[in-house]
């Protein structure tokens, strides 16, 4: 079921509990979040970078395929169609493609512009009745060529970006895209606590999941944290797993070299992580 993203986010809240955002490349990668959440009876949130979304020929097709996606595999989980990270013309092009959620990544922004934007934003979503995402303090690594420094977001200002109505809220809390460098200092605690006491019931959003160690996940959830979003860890799960089937020379094997023999590992691998995750996350059963 295509759904915008608020209801499961404020069950989530509620139910002290994170939903995850599994981003996705291609038809292998959706088919695999879709069917472990529905396996896993989760809510889940695909999410899509404007770098993935063009890679998949535009918005419209992404779409069109998860809909019909849905309806084929017969998934009855709450799924949300996400942009992740979007510029304000990306945002535009998802909601023309039907998206039930985006996110606005305003942060490279002097704040009074991310509020402007996000205000514009925040009314088209309303009337569409889809969700909507902003970001407050960037998140540090590199993703599709968003590069953050991973900065710790200042709490007044996320209370402003709250106030505008947005229905969850990326701040950056020290978390990075990728994999965490070895003299990580972790999440800042500190940050969440006093974002969490300024925005009230507010979704919390928390990117960088790949990596952040299990208690400090748990941790976060029960600082306010609603939704959890994972990227690397799937792409190197996929990898690995298809590195060894190639490895052991099994796409020399028979008919080992068809795409549906040669991507199976990866996408079990993909389904293997995302249970994993949904399972740290609090949500399995929660759909
Ligand atoms: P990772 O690639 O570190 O899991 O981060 C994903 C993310 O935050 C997407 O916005």
């Not at 969850?168 to 895209?177: D, P, Q, T, V």
Request: hydrophobic content about 40%; glycine content about 12%; aromatic content about 6%.
């Amino acid at each position: 079921m295509l759904v915008s993203a608020k209801e499961m986010l404020e069950k989530a809240v509620a139910g002290h509990y994170a939903v995850g955002q599994f981003n996705i490349n291609n038809l292998e990668w959706t088919k695999a979040v879709l069917l472990t959440a529905e396996e896993c009876k989760s809510p889940v949130i695909l999410g899509v970078s404007e770098g993935a979304g063009k890679y998949m020929t535009g918005f419209k097709t992404v779409q069109a395929m998860v809909k019909e996606m849905i309806d084929g595999l017969g998934i009855t989980i709450p799924v949300a169609t996400h942009l992740d990270h979007g510029s304000y013309e990306g945002c535009l092009k998802c909601i023309d493609a039907g998206f039930t959620s985006i996110m606005f990544d305003g942060s490279k922004y002097p704040i009074e512009e991310n509020v402007a934007k996000t205000k514009e934003l925040i009314a088209i979503c309303k009337e569409k009745g889809m969700s909507i995402e902003a970001e407050v303090g960037a998140i540090g690594g590199e993703e599709d060529g968003v590069i953050g420094q991973g900065e710790c977001a200042d709490p007044q200002e996320c209370k402003m970006i709250a106030d505008l109505g947005v229905d969850m809220l990326a701040a950056g809390i020290g978390n990075i895209h990728g994999k965490y460098p070895e003299n990580w200092a972790g999440l800042s605690f500190e940050t969440l606590d006093a974002i969490q006491q300024l925005t009230g019931k507010m979704p919390l959003v928390l990117h960088g999941g790949t990596g952040i160690p299990d208690d400090m996940v748990k941790k976060a959830i029960d600082l306010g944290v609603a939704k959890i979003n994972v990227n690397t860890d799937c792409q190197l799960s996929f990898a690995d797993a298809t590195r060894k089937y190639i490895e052991a020379g099994k796409d020399l094997e028979g008919k080992g070299y068809d795409p549906r023999k040669l991507l199976k590992p990866g996408t079990d691998a993909i389904m293997q992580t995302v249970k994993e995750k949904m399972e740290l996350f609090g949500s399995v059963g929660k759909a």
